[in-house]
């Protein structure tokens, strides 16, 4: 089991740029895939990127390739979304999410991760 921390979250202008960081406590937490999820108000929540356990496989969505990049250093037992050039669309409370043996076909769905954090609140201005 594995227990998650999300913080970095905040307000920024458009264009700008802020660093997310989900600490994870629990035991062998380089075994697990993690993920980044994001829910705006009143809607559903969306997969956003996903590192595989080893740091050597990463995945995007489409609206945010080329801005935002995971990272996790195992060492440390953290995950971070690094995201810039944010627009106003980007504003959501940002999920952190985990699992072992999250598979390609299932990365995207929530219902792949068993373990959460409580989120952070980011909000982009225009």
């Known amino acids: 089991q594995v227990q998650l921390v999300e913080s970095g979250g905040g307000l920024v202008q458009a264009g700008g740029s802020l660093r997310l960081t989900c600490a994870a406590s629990?035991?062998?937490?380089?075994?697990?895939?993690m993920g980044w999820f994001r829910q705006a108000l009143g809607k559903e929540r969306e997969f956003v990127a996903r590192?595989?356990?080893?740091?050597?496989?990463?995945y995007y969505t489409d609206s945010v390739k080329g801005r935002f990049t995971i990272s996790r250093d195992n060492a440390k037992n953290t995950v971070y979304l690094h995201m810039n050039n944010l627009s106003p669309e980007d504003t959501a409370v940002y999920y952190c999410?985990?699992?072992?043996?999250?598979?390609?076909?299932?990365?995207?769905?929530?219902?792949?991760?068993?373990?959460w954090g409580q989120g952070t609140q980011v909000t982009v201005s225009s």
């Open positions: 999410a985990a699992d072992r043996g999250i598979t390609i076909a299932s990365m995207t769905s929530t219902n792949a991760y068993r373990y």
């Open positions: 629990g035991r062998a937490f380089s075994s697990y895939d």
């Open positions: 590192i595989g356990w080893s740091g050597g496989s990463t």
